[in-house]
């Protein structure tokens, strides 16, 4: 048995994954989608902006997807959505990206966070098209951006529409493009103001304007196709309370949307009782906000969530990413959480810089002590709490002092996962208009130092022949391994 130690240090930062498969007949390999209560299906005038000419007979379902994500696990769990509604209505799903040219159409999930995430999803794009396939474009880059010339002739599913995506697969299918359909209306209870009816590509008379529906986005009660058939991601909201200077996800994801603690914990308990799910990813772009927007606070969720874990002993619960002055006010329910038995001892809280100048510069609304206080205050709290947190190198306006700054405080904290990005101006931030204050060589030259600093201290040291409980969930990569994680979330290799 080993402990692995978990770093993030490529300029990507991407959590690129392949694309899932299911449905009724397969490429590769098939699992069953599990029944749920999505509905995607609707008319051709419910679709939203439909263009092209009068398409050959299409039997519906025929068609193979292939599904690729990018980015975080929001972006996972839309990407399981949308393949859960595809194989419930018959479309087989490509399983690898090896196989990518046997499907007919490419479904496109993006990631904006960063440059070499989108460049790979457009080099993507531009394959598909090389290779006639039909495409349809999906998450947070044609979102922010889908006025943009590039998408063109491509059909596009909103980051609030993940549940038309049969409607929109199957038109593209018959030859025509679709943009951003309106969403399914939902029930009344927690929503949001009427969206943006959808981009026309077409002289027909604009779509009525759409009904409110729910603050989150799609039900999440909907048919999924898991990536690990073990793991359940739980979006509990969705977009922030944030402005942050680089950042353009905001532009995608938008302002704050929760869904309802009775939507989150019957999700939850449906998929551990009935889909053999034994590990839950609550996740969001910022999971100490959540409630916020309803008049609830995160421990609003956290209560019931302990109280519903008894129930499967088998499970484990994993607390997505939080920033530090949403979970700052509720640190001592945060650790009475955390030290829950089945909920992991982790907690994932970016700093991005340890210099107040360049946080308030970022827009990140704490400084570097508010940010000490919530990592030790857990590191305190929790026995055996692992801290995970992300740092950006080379802001613009980042001097060889703030990076000092960043240096001595990853020194004195020394956490075992880091996430270690260089600054990529995001087009249309507030930060990219910036005038970097230094050579483009020195954000490399900063990368490696932090690099360095990591590689330097062991964490894990000391716990070679130790035993530990973990749960075990997926398969290494060589076929053989096991891989699972003990209560610290710490990597265990079988």
């Known amino acids: 048995m080993g402990v692995r130690r978990r770093k993030a240090k490529t300029a990507k930062g991407d959590d690129d994954s392949d694309g899932v498969v299911g449905g009724a007949s397969v490429v590769e390999t098939a699992v069953a989608a599990e029944d749920g209560a999505g509905e995607a299906r609707g008319s051709k005038e419910e679709a939203g902006a439909v263009a092209g000419t009068a398409p050959d007979f299409v039997l519906p379902g025929s068609q193979s997807v292939y599904v690729r994500t990018w980015g975080c696990s929001h972006n996972s769990s839309d990407a399981e959505y949308m ?117 026309t590509t077409t002289d027909a008379p ?174 305190k709290g929790v026995e055996g709490a692992t801290i995970a947190t992300d740092v950006i190198c080379g802001f613009p306006t980042e001097t060889s002092a703030d990076h000092a700054a960043t240096l001595s405080l990853l020194d004195r904290l020394r956490p075992p996962v880091l996430h270690i990005s260089q600054f990529y101006p995001r087009p249309g931030t507030p930060a990219a208009r910036l005038t970097p204050c230094f050579p483009d060589r020195v954000k490399k030259e900063r990368s490696r130092e932090i690099t360095r600093l990591f590689d330097s201290y062991h964490p894990y040291e000391g716990m070679e022949g130790s035993t530990v409980r973990c749960l075990v969930t997926d398969v290494a990569s060589d076929g053989v391994k096991l891989v699972g994680h003990d209560k610290s979330y710490r990597q265990v290799v079988l």
Request: overall charge positive; hydrophobic content about 40%.
């Open 83 to 199: 393949s859960g509604l595809l194989a419930q209505h018959g479309h087989p799903l490509v399983l690898s990206d090896t196989a990518a040219d046997t499907a007919d159409v490419w479904l496109l999930n993006s990631c904006t966070v960063k440059g070499p995430s989108e460049a790979s999803f457009l080099t993507d794009v531009r394959k598909a098209q090389q290779l006639g396939k039909k495409v349809v474009v999906a998450g947070c880059v044609p979102q922010a951006s889908s006025r943009d010339k590039r998408w063109e002739g491509i059909s596009i599913i909103g980051v609030q529409q993940i549940d038309r995506v049969v409607e929109v697969v199957e038109e593209t299918i018959r030859g025509n493009c679709v943009q951003k359909p309106d969403p399914v209306p939902t029930p009344k209870s927690a929503t949001t103001p009427s969206v943006a009816p959808p981009t």
């Open 206 to 379: 604009p779509a009525p304007v759409p009904k409110p529906r729910k603050a989150g986005g799609a039900a999440l009660d909907l048919p999924k196709v898991r990536r690990n058939t073990l793991v359940e991601i739980v979006p509990i909201n969705t977009g922030c309370l944030n402005q942050c200077t680089y950042c353009k996800t905001k532009f995608s994801r938008g302002d704050l949307g929760s869904y309802p603690p009775s939507a989150i914990l019957a999700r939850i308990e449906h998929v551990l009782q009935y889909e053999g799910v034994t590990e839950v990813w609550i996740t969001s772009e910022d999971v100490g906000a959540w409630g916020r927007d309803l008049g609830l606070a995160l421990p609003d969720l956290l209560s019931p969530l302990a109280a519903l874990l008894p129930r499967f002993p088998h499970a484990m619960l994993r607390l997505g990413m939080t920033n530090p002055p949403h979970i700052r006010a509720h640190l001592a329910s945060l650790i009475e959480f955390l030290n829950h038995p089945q909920v992991y001892a982790f907690l994932h809280v970016p700093v991005q810089s340890g210099s107040d100048k360049v946080l308030r510069d970022m827009r990140r609304d704490y400084d570097a002590q508010g940010f000490w206080e919530v990592a030790i205050g857990v590191r």
